[in-house]
């Protein structure tokens, strides 16, 4: 049986002479991903906002959006968002946080529940009073930081600084895109797309470290190749393991996406495109930062040189 | 890395063995694990979080600046009693200021006296015995011109609160149980939170307005000479309130002091009236309460006595003849359901303090089963698709792969099983990643086995290699992921939670197949086969 391979073997593919485009790309994607999150902002859920989220369900038919808006319109709970949620008998209301504290916002149920009546099931409530809320935002954020430096500490004590240097940038980029991609397509963000970019840091970390594991040991076997060879025979040895490992946690995400239901479906859609960006980072920024960052090419004048002698090493033969 | 020695063997073996043992129970119902089940064999299934089965969440916030209020209310009362005691203590001004209770002395030489008195109302709460400092829920200040004000002292405060919480907890446990609700936990949560968890309760409603009710139950005589529209513009008699009535009735002037407080009562229950057959709650009193009641309604007779709830007259009923057996009806157009519910409430006593609720999260039973199937559909897809690429990619080694893919499910499902951890949709999500993730272990492994076999090593030189340079990266790599888990089940909370417990318990086992269930599998396929070549 011949086995699926999707690259051949000695694959001599020249990472590093890309990475001048791939920190552009990188910079300048992370640079928008921070000018549409300052004109759009993200879509904030209730988790961090407070406010109120209901699902209903129509006991018959399709469920009447326009009906069920005015209805709640006429509360005077303020903005009021009505949308059709997965099917046409699904409806999430979103209504914003109350003025007049936890008390006013836990009224706001009871007070949609009279107002739609028997007439649809309550599939889902949830509400977050203003302070908790804050509270969720602090720890969402203090929770990514501390991830971060604890996996920074643990690289430096495993490798060196530069790698444990390079894997938080790169890991960093990956997060910064994340937060992009709440911003650009408006998904929700909210407590479990915290977990999502946990997720997608221990993800990227996992790939980065797997392909600095192999820089290591090489570096040690072969201590007088050039540095920018070294970084793409690394590369290309641990590319089929990369991608492999890429491959079928995107499967698995993707069934997730695709089956999971609608409930997690903000959750899946952002690890998917964390898995994707940390695969891309591992390759094309964690790497090649190291160029930038080792203390043995660094105000080395042959530095130059030693380039150009790698891009010839690295031309296919 | 190939030699595995008899005994360790067995120990991986039987590792699964008890898992496969542990898993059992999940696919029995509960009657069945009675009767057939071994007791001496674990007998616990999998917890499932609120969002499969469905169910409450309920954060509740104690309302500091009411229960403040509250105290400085009583304080004030007290302080009024106190420069009322002989020799009498002339003061102007008493009244409460923010977060203080201050009044003025008039004359300057009874200001010592004063203070006296001031300082036995700051109401110890420990001792200052065996060399801790004494700590006083009260703090006294004094100004000049004899002003005094009284205002809470801050560890004092917080030692009062942590009662409240506790108190609270117990009460909203009494309520809970007595209403026969599935059993759902009650936990402090910081310094002023309840949290209040019940899985598969099917009606939150009626839960949080058990739970929430602070249910004060007070008896006030009615004052029938001032109107509700005359005392509505402010000329009430001092000593005198105005309260609403329930459902749209009349509000009425009431005296401010009560005559009883729900703390007079012993039990309460529902009945019906004799005559009209109509839900009520019959209560009865304590020895002291229904020597307190005979006296006032003998007093009484023929006027009206309110009795309220939470600020609102459930019902006025009138004292036709002293009330002397010490036990009594409440009627208020209850519905069966209703004078349960109060009756609960009266039984279990008041909240010490007003709570709010600051987050509530409820899950209908419908959507936790949909939310099931899907979980299920996603993972059995996703799992599927997984053992498809891999054995197109590795072949027979992918079957090797498949099969600790197995294990792993197994293990996950089984250490879910023992911790009792809660499974979340989530936390699906969570296995579904890890199945994922779980192959790169393998995928790792068998790429090293590749070029070491590529570089010219024998088939068993090669295998033998590539278990041991690959898992240094494995470790390297899991720690990292593991980190960023840990990070999350520490701060996560409800279904984020569930999905970090499963990702943590999933990475740890995908190392242990990794290292042992799969390395045991290739080492006795090379034994028994000897191959030429490894088929990767």
């Known amino acids: 049986m011949r086995l699926l391979r999707l690259f051949p073997d000695d694959t001599k593919i020249p990472f590093m002479r890309w990475r001048k485009w791939s920190f552009l790309v990188s910079g300048i994607a992370s640079v928008l991903c921070f000018v549409v999150l300052y004109t759009h902002g993200m879509n904030t859920g209730i988790d961090f906002q407070g406010g109120t989220l209901m699902e209903i369900q129509t006991k018959s038919g399709p469920a009447d959006l326009e009906g069920i808006r005015s209805q709640l319109n006429g509360l005077g709970l303020g903005e009021v968002q009505v949308q059709s949620f997965g099917t046409d008998d699904d409806v999430l209301i979103r209504i914003a946080r109350q003025e007049g504290g936890d008390e006013a916002q836990a009224a706001v149920v009871t007070k949609v529940q009279a107002a739609l009546g028997d007439s649809v099931d309550y599939r889902r409530t949830e509400m977050v009073g203003p302070r908790v809320s804050g509270e969720l935002a602090q720890n969402g954020i203090l929770g990514i930081i501390s991830a971060l430096c604890l996996i920074m500490v643990y690289v430096w004590f495993r490798f060196e600084w530069q790698y444990s240097l390079g894997a938080v940038i790169a890991t960093l980029h990956d997060v910064v895109l994340t937060i992009g991609f709440f911003a650009v397509t408006q998904v929700e963000f909210n407590l479990s797309s915290i977990a999502a970019i946990l997720t997608i840091v221990g993800y990227s970390l996992n790939d980065t470290v797997v392909v600095y594991d192999r820089i290591r040991e090489m570096r040690r076997k072969y201590k007088r190749l050039n540095l920018v060879v070294l970084l793409d025979l690394a590369i290309n040895q641990t590319l089929t393991r990369t991608t492999n490992t890429a491959l079928t946690t995107l499967i698995a995400l993707a069934a997730l996406v695709i089956f999971g239901g609608e409930v997690i479906r903000s959750f899946t859609a952002s690890m998917l495109f964390g898995v994707l960006i940390g695969t891309y980072s591992s390759i094309f920024i964690a790497a090649p930062v190291l160029i930038f960052l080792d203390p043995q090419l660094a105000g080395d004048k042959s530095t130059k040189k030693a380039e150009d002698d790698a891009e010839e090493a690295a031309e296919p033969a | ?536």
């Open chain 2, 1 to 536: 890395m190939l030699y595995f020695s008899r005994w360790k063997v067995t120990t991986i073996l039987l590792t699964i063995f008890v898992a496969l043992v542990v898993l059992i129970p999940n696919y029995l119902t509960s009657d069945q694990i009675k009767t057939y089940w071994p007791s001496w064999l674990p007998g616990r299934q999998v917890v499932l979080g609120l969002d499969l089965q469905g169910g409450v969440y309920l954060l509740y916030q104690v309302d500091v600046n009411d229960y403040k209020q509250k105290r400085l209310k009583a304080l004030e009362g007290d302080i009024r009693q106190a420069m009322r005691e002989d020799p009498r203590i002339g003061y102007t001004g008493l009244g409460i200021q923010g977060d203080v209770v201050q009044l003025k002395i008039r004359d300057a030489d009874k200001v010592e006296e004063a203070a006296k008195r001031l300082g036995n109302l700051l109401n110890p709460l420990s001792t200052g015995a065996l060399g801790g400092t004494a700590v006083t829920e009260f703090q006294l200040d004094q100004g000049s011109d004899g002003l005094m004000r009284l205002g809470f002292s801050e560890t004092g405060l917080d030692k009062r609160l942590g009662t409240v919480v506790q108190q609270s907890i117990e009460v909203i446990r009494r309520r809970v149980d007595q209403m026969g609700a599935v059993e759902p936990s009650i936990q402090r949560q910081g310094s002023d939170r309840i949290l209040v968890e019940a899985p598969g309760e099917k009606d939150p409603a009626r839960l949080k307005n058990i739970i929430g009710r602070t249910a004060q139950m007070t008896f006030h005589l009615v004052d029938l000479n001032v109107s509700a529209d005359e005392a509505a513009k402010g000329n009430l008699p001092p000593g005198e309130i105005l309260l609403k009535q329930k459902e749209g009735g009349m509000p009425m002037v009431v005296d401010e002091t009560p005559l009883m407080t729900g703390e007079d009562l012993t039990d309460a229950q529902t009945s019906f009236q004799s005559q009209t057959n109509e839900p009520v709650v019959s209560f009865r009193l304590s020895t002291s309460g229904a020597r307190k009641f005979a006296q006032v309604t003998s007093d009484n007779v023929g006027r009206l006595f309110a009795i309220v709830l939470d600020d609102e007259i459930i019902s006025a009923p009138r004292i036709n003849e002293p009330i002397t057996q010490g036990s009594g009806q409440i009627s208020g157009n209850f519905t069966v359901e209703t004078a349960n519910d109060l009756a609960v409430l009266l039984r279990a006593g008041a909240l010490p303090a007003k709570l709010s609720v600051a987050e509530e999260r409820t899950v209908g039973p419908g959507l936790g089963a949909d939310s099931i199937a899907a979980g299920e559909r996603a993972a059995l897809i996703g799992t599927v698709a997984v053992v498809i690429f891999m054995l197109a990619s590795y072949g027979l080694f992918g079957v090797f792969a498949n099969l600790a893919l197995v294990v792993n499910l197994v293990l996950i499902m089984a250490i879910i099983t023992i911790l009792q951890a809660t499974l979340t949709l989530p936390g699906i999500a969570g296995i579904v990643l890890t199945m994922g993730m779980a192959v790169d272990s393998n995928v790792l492994i068998y790429e090293r086995i590749r070029e070491e076999q590529r570089l010219g090593r024998s088939p068993v030189s090669a295998i033998d290699a590539g278990f041991r340079r690959a898992f240094g990266t494995i470790l390297d790599a899991n720690i990292t992921t593991l980190i960023a888990a840990i990070v999350l089940f520490q701060m996560g909370s409800g279904p984020v939670k569930g999905f970090a417990v499963t990702h943590v318990i999933g990475i740890v086992t995908t190392m242990f197949t990794a290292i042992t269930f799969t390395r045991l599998v290739v080492a006795t396929w090379v034994r028994y086969r000897r191959p030429s070549v490894v088929p990767l």
